[in-house]
C-alpha cells in the first residue's frame, strides 16, 4: 500500500511522533480509529470529541481487507485512499494513517499515544485492545455522541433504494 498524500505510513508517522515526543512541551496526541466507510454525523462527532482530549489527532484506519472482514463481502464501500481523504479533511484531524491487522494492538505499540479515543459503543471493559492500553499506560477516552446510527445501517439504507 503506497502513502497518499493524505495518508502516512504507520512507521512514517511513529517516527514523526517520536521528534515531536523530544520537543520541550510535546502534544498530548490522540488516536482514534475505525473503519468509517461512510462518514456520517456521528463519525465527524466523536472525531471532534476525541481532538478536544488532546492537541494532536491521528486517526487510523482500517484497511479494506479488515473492514471486508469485519463487515462482509461487498464492504468497504469506499476503499482506503478515498477513505483517507475524507477524514483527513476534516479540520480536527492531524494525521491519517491504515492498518492490516484485525485490532489496533500494533498501531497502539508502536505510535504509543498518550490517549486512545473510542466511540460510544465502547466502555473501557469491552475495548478489544483495553489491555494493550493499560499494559503502555495509554489513557482510555470513551468520547463522542450516542451511537444512533452506523456505517452498516447506511449502507443498508443505499442497498434498499437503489433497487427500487
Not at 60 to 84: C, H, I, Q, S
Not at 132 to 144: F, H, P, Q, S, T
Amino acid at each position: 500500500m503506497s502513502s497518499s498524500p493524505s495518508l502516512e505510513a504507520r512507521d512514517e508517522l511513529a517516527r514523526r511522533l517520536e521528534l515531536l515526543r523530544a520537543q520541550p512541551d510535546p502534544p498530548r496526541i490522540v488516536l482514534a480509529n475505525g473503519c468509517f466507510d461512510v462518514l456520517h454525523a456521528g463519525h465527524v462527532g466523536y472525531l471532534e470529541a476525541a481532538r478536544s482530549l488532546g492537541d494532536l489527532l491521528v486517526v487510523a484506519l482500517n484497511a479494506d481487507a479488515t473492514v471486508r472482514a469485519a463487515k462482509g463481502p461487498g464492504r468497504p464501500l469506499t476503499p482506503l485512499a478515498e477513505r483517507a481523504a475524507v477524514v483527513a479533511a476534516l479540520r480536527w484531524v492531524d494525521a491519517v494513517t491504515w492498518f492490516d491487522e484485525t485490532t489496533l494492538e500494533p498501531s497502539l505499540r508502536v505510535l504509543r499515544p498518550d490517549v486512545h479515543a473510542k466511540g460510544t459503543d465502547y466502555t473501557p471493559e469491552n475495548l478489544p485492545e483495553g489491555d494493550v492500553d493499560r499494559e503502555l499506560g495509554i489513557e482510555i477516552a470513551i468520547c463522542g455522541p450516542p451511537k444512533e446510527r452506523s456505517s452498516t445501517d447506511l449502507a443498508r439504507g443505499l442497498g434498499a433504494s437503489s433497487a427500487q
